[in-house]
């Protein structure tokens, strides 16, 4: 079976992982299996049902209908069973995503909806719901020389000291077709995340990063109100709290397994450690040059980060 890596856990799978790199070496011991097995339906009929998901402890069994219906349990076992003449391939995106974001939460991880850069050696994370940007603002921030960390999903780890830090993920950029065209990263495209998709993984090159990443920023994308200029703001931390909240990878899942109040205090410790700023900007591929500049005159000019 492939070996993998993904937000530090050596993960052990029966399928092909597209998009994910696998570990150089076989790993002896894997935190995390992922198996074809046989999966119940989920079914309603109490407060931790509902239409295609059900949570019983913090163990989620969910489905996709006419592609996948997933089972996770204890922070260590994703089993799936693909529906009809649905192909392995086409389940992985939601093992992935719904799936391992699941595994994470049992793991009791702050798991934030964003992706993350590298610079001198600290990450600046940028959250954000799906389709606001967030890879695409990252892998042009890649380009402008920072170092990849991760995409879409980043698992906040704390310290001794309190010092919150990413684990560089192993899964690839994803991006749209015209992001890709327009960040002129056509060879570096892989494959397609989803046969019926124009979005693809995307090889973010060689660029070393730490095996932990201080965290010492964050910044929450947002579509600017029209007419308005676009700008980064510092926030306060009772301002900040709630946009996170809302970024939580999967939160209303995260929610049903009981994370509500852990996640609470694991938001307001992150708070206390870094720095959140919102970036209010248009979500175009032609602004995508003034976005970069915007972000990374913060990074070089200010005292802020």
């Known amino acids: 079976m492939p ?89 992985v995106p939601f093992l992935l995503s719904t799936g391992f974001g699941a595994l994470l ?11 993350a850069v590298a610079f001198n050696g600290h990450a600046v994370a940028i959250c954000g719901p799906s389709g606001v940007g967030k890879s695409t603002l990252a892998a042009a921030l890649c380009s402008a020389g920072g170092g990849f960390v991760c995409d879409d999903m980043a698992v906040v780890r704390f310290e001794a000291d309190g010092t919150p830090a990413i684990t560089p993920d192993g899964r690839q950029h994803r991006l749209w077709s015209d992001a890709v065209e327009h960040l002129a990263l ?62 939580i990878f999967r939160r209303t899942a995260a929610a049903r397994m009981g994370r509500d109040v852990p996640l609470f205090f694991q938001v307001a410790a992150l708070l206390g450690q870094v720095r959140v700023f919102r970036f209010d900007r248009r979500n175009e591929l032609g602004a995508m040059h003034e976005n970069v500049r915007l972000v990374l005159d913060r990074l070089e000019g200010s005292d802020d980060w």
């Open 186 to 247: 056509d060879d570096r495209r892989g494959q397609a995340v989803r046969a019926t998709l124009r979005k693809y993984h995307v090889d973010p090159g060689v660029v070393a990063v730490p095996a932990k990443v201080p965290l010492k920023a964050i910044i929450v994308l947002r579509e600017a109100s029209l007419g308005m200029p676009p700008g980064l703001s510092r926030l306060t931390s009772a301002d900040a709290a709630p946009l996170l909240r809302q970024d």
């Open 105 to 115: 939460h049992q793991r009791e991880l702050l798991v934030l909806h964003a992706s």
């Open 3 to 91: 070996d993998y890596l993904i937000c530090g856990l050596a993960v052990r799978s029966e399928v092909e992982l597209p998009g994910v790199v696998k570990a150089v070496a076989p790993v002896e011991s894997a935190d995390v299996f992922i198996r074809r097995a046989a999966v119940a339906l989920p079914f309603e009929g109490d407060v931790g049902s509902g239409l295609n998901w059900h949570v019983e402890g913090a163990n989620l069994l969910f489905r996709v209908p006419g592609i996948v219906r997933c089972q996770v349990t204890e922070g260590r076992l994703i089993q799936f069973a693909p529906e009809g003449d649905t192909c392995a391939a086409e389940a």
